[in-house]
Each structure stands twice: as structure tokens, then as C-alpha cells.
């Protein structure tokens, strides 16, 4: 009996470390085809045109230009899912915007002419596309006045010298 035992305890421990070396034998995916499974899954997504991706054993490298911050965190979150990746390194760089359109003076001093066309007792000047505002005005009339300004795009209007009544 006691021979039995050792025996069902003998083949017991084998199966045991049987299995824990056929579990641990499982061999890790390749960098090369992580590398593909992130980029497939990254392709769909309209954010990720000229994203590259590196793959260094399991650490994932994200490059390139996003539109916004939400697209970096996306394309991130998305290549940390892909089975592979241990780590997501994230150097996307968010594209600026584009730079706010500044008006010439000419075109610039005509359209003031027009909007302050009005407003017969305010001058307004310009110059390196700043407007600069003089005379008087209506405490009531002086935000139309502004706002028809403002949507000129000058760099700056100056009211400081305009008299608010």
C-alpha cells in the first residue's frame, strides 16, 4: 500500500512539472509581429497617418504627429491592448495649430473705414495691424463697435484713448 502511494505521488509531481514546463516553454511573439498587430490595429483609426511604430523586446515606440492631445492618448491606449506589448513609449508630438491670420494694413484700414462708418465721432487708425481708437462714444454702442473690429482679426485694438460716455 504504502508503495502504491509513492508511486500515485511520484506520477502526481511528474504531471506537476510536466506542466509548469510546457506552460513556461510557450514562446513570447516576436517584436516583428507585435510590431504588425499594432499597426493594424492603429490603421483604422484617422488620427494615426504618419504614425511609425518600433517594437524592442515587448516595449512598444509610438512617433509622429497627431492633430490633438485625445489621438496621442488614443493611438497610446491602443497599442498598450495588442498581446506583446509590456510597455508603450509614447513620443507622438500634437501638431500645432495654425497660426492666426493677420491682416495687412491696406485691406485692413478699409475694412475699419467700413465698420467704424457708423460711428461718426470715433477716428481709428492703423498701424502694424494694431487699431487704434479715438474720440467718443456711447458706453451702449462701443461693444458693436468692438466686435466689428475684432472680427477684422487685427493684432490688437487700442481703446484707451477712446472716451466712453
Keep these: ?96 495649430a495654425a497660426p492666426v491670420a493677420i491682416a495687412m494694413d491696406d485691406p485692413l484700414t478699409a475694412a475699419v473705414k467700413d465698420a467704424t462708418k457708423d460711428f461718426p465721432t470715433v477716428n481709428a487708425t492703423v498701424s502694424a495691424g494694431v487699431i487704434t481708437l479715438k474720440g467718443e462714444i456711447q458706453k451702449a454702442s462701443l461693444q458693436k463697435l468692438m466686435m466689428a473690429l475684432q472680427a477684422l482679426k487685427p493684432k490688437k485694438v487700442d481703446n484707451t484713448q477712446l472716451v466712453i460716455k
Design 1 to 96: 500500500m504504502k508503495n502504491l502511494m509513492n508511486k500515485l505521488m511520484m506520477a502526481v509531481m511528474v504531471i506537476a512539472i510536466a506542466g509548469t514546463a510546457f506552460t513556461s516553454c510557450k514562446s513570447k511573439p516576436k517584436d516583428a509581429d507585435v510590431k504588425a498587430a499594432i499597426e493594424t490595429a492603429i490603421q483604422a483609426k484617422p488620427d494615426a497617418s504618419g504614425t511609425t511604430v518600433a517594437v524592442d523586446n515587448g516595449v512598444a515606440t509610438l512617433s509622429g504627429e497627431v492633430t490633438n492631445e485625445a489621438a496621442k492618448e488614443d493611438l497610446g491606449k491602443t497599442a498598450a491592448t495588442i498581446m506583446g506589448v509590456k510597455s508603450v513609449v509614447n513620443n507622438l508630438t500634437v501638431r500645432p
